[in-house]
């Protein structure tokens, strides 16, 4: 039975009723997963938002997924807001992700009948496996930044094992030139001075563009890039960088959005056997 005690306030009493009644009015970041339907979803494990609005990087995916029929990889799925276009314009994908609810959910989502074309991996970078020499594509989207430098590296070795010859790898990264701009200083005076990865910040709330009330928690830390980083780990694997630039992000809104830099993508090519 409810006591008066446990009885929710007012205000929230009548909030429930008027999101009930007006679901279209709610506000626009979702804590719940799956589509939101306003383009931010959180993940279940703190690694920030899957983005329902793609960029160039991960459309470019999707088409070259779509046109080889050839069995492609997206590491760090999410919900699949990659993975879930690319199967229905015929792509073969494996999907891979650190936590297997968000896989559940991307399953959830997928259209029965395309269900055959769609295998599942869980399992975190920089350990998990996958058969070498096999996948035409491979999509890492906003996944890199939750690991050190080293795990990095290790990373992205393992996604040029894991590409067949002649391979495309795809992936995007966050920059410090949005949320995190207050670690644009400690960014750049480090990569002036030559560190690998200038963009290790620890304790995130000392660079979000507004301090929040409350310390942030998860993830620990993040690891920004830039072009110039993603392609030298790309080319220090083996992989010929044919594109890497900045992707501005005005979706982002508020301050997560500065100045089209807000995130950062490369696309390699591994070289076809000899
Ligand atoms: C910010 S979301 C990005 C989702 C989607 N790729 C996108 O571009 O919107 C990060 C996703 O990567 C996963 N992830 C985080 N660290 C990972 C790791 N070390 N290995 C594999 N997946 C990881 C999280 O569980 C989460 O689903």
Redesign the pocket.
């Known amino acids: 039975m409810q006591t008066a005690t446990s009885r929710p306030p007012f205000l929230t009493r009548v909030k429930t009723w008027f999101w009930e009644h007006y679901p279209d009015l709610r506000p626009r970041v979702s804590g719940k997963p799956g589509w939101s339907g306003n383009g931010m979803v959180a ?3 703190g ?6 609005r ?2 160039r990087f ?1 459309e470019a995916f999707i088409a070259y997924a779509a046109e080889v029929r050839r069995p492609v990889l ?6 699949g ?2 993975t879930i276009p690319a199967l229905e314009r015929g792509a073969i994908v494996t999907a ?4 297997p609810r ?1 896989l559940e959910i991307l399953k959830s989502k997928v259209r029965p009948d395309l269900l055959p074309n769609l295998t599942l991996k869980p ?4 350990d ?1 496996d996958f058969p070498g020499n096999h996948y035409a594509a491979i ?5 890199l930044h ?2 050190r430098g080293e ?1 990095v590296d290790a ?1 992205i070795r393992n996604m040029a094992q894991w590409l067949a010859p002649g391979g495309r790898l795809y992936l ?1 990264a966050d920059c410090p030139y949005g949320i995190w701009r207050r670690a644009i200083p400690q960014f750049e005076s480090g990569k002036a001075n030559g560190e690998r990865y200038p963009g290790l910040i620890v304790g995130l709330h000392n660079f979000l563009a507004t301090p929040p009330a409350k310390p942030i928690e998860q ?1 620990p830390f993040m690891n920004l890039m830039d072009p110039d980083i993603l392609s030298r780990a790309c080319r220090e694997a083996g992989l010929e960088v044919i594109d890497a630039a900045f992707i501005p992000r005005p979706d982002f809104g508020g301050k997560g959005s500065m100045d089209g830099r807000e995130n950062c993508g490369v696309i390699a090519v591994k070289p076809a056997a000899a």
């Not at 399992?123 to 920089?126: D, I, Y």
Request: aromatic share 10%.
């Open positions: 993940t279940l494990n690694t920030g938002f899957m983005f329902e793609r960029d991960a997206e590491v760090g799925c999410a919900y807001v990659s891979s992700d650190l936590d968000h399992g975190a970078l920089p998990i999509l890492c989207s906003r996944v939750f690991l795990d990373s995007v993830p």
